[in-house]
């Protein structure tokens, strides 16, 4: 048999909204190596025979490198399986997909890239919260919260802070760091701000402030992780277009309870 890797974007929390392509190559996996971030019932869309393994990452704890990652889907692959890598969102944002199909591809196997919903995208639209705007927004841009780590990480804060609209990935981790550094790039302290939480779940939370004040904020609130931070004018849409009610969807739609 000639085994084939499936690089697959789970989507940003919502089981459906995994795309059809996604759910077709799940349904016929041999084998699943499945992140955190995925809706837990996407599970049990693989067959009953096919091996599910847990390689995502939770603060503090890596089950298993990047390194040994890529090894264990070639090693399976190369073995004849039907291989779905199954991560939350899309797999090429900040997804390491890349990495997977550069190894696949340097030992001579097949994969396919499934493009999913971006949490980037799919979190803020259901706070709301338009990523682009007719005279309000008509770029945006997109990074994680670990470039404001105290390495030198080669990202123009000032380049950041002019964006119409920023999306934070993993922002709870240096909350205050990134807002900080955007009012020191040049962002006006009183820009919208809004932090989403467990997004598109029956988990989701907002919570909507200034740039300036958000942190204070949370420390207030205390959003739980994952979270996504969007700062521009569009986060104040969120008063007018937030059209999702969490308490609409069944319990079991929502994150894993460990995180």
Known sequence: MTGKAYL???????????????LTVLRQADAVLYDRLIAPELLDEAPSHAERIFVGKRPGHHALRQERINELMVRLVHNGLQVVRLKG?????FGHAGEEAAALAAAGLPYEIVPGVSSAIGVPAYAGVPLTQRGVASAFAVVTAHEASETASGIDWRALAAMPTLVVLMALTRLDVVCAKLIAAGRDPLTPAILISRGTTAQQRTLRATLATLPDAQQRAMLPPPAILVVGDVAALNDTLAWFDPASMPAHHMFWEDE
């Open 8 to 22: 697959v974007g789970a989507g940003p929390g919502r089981a459906d909204l995994i795309t059809m392509r996604g």
């Open 89 to 93: 969102g899309d797999p090429c944002v």
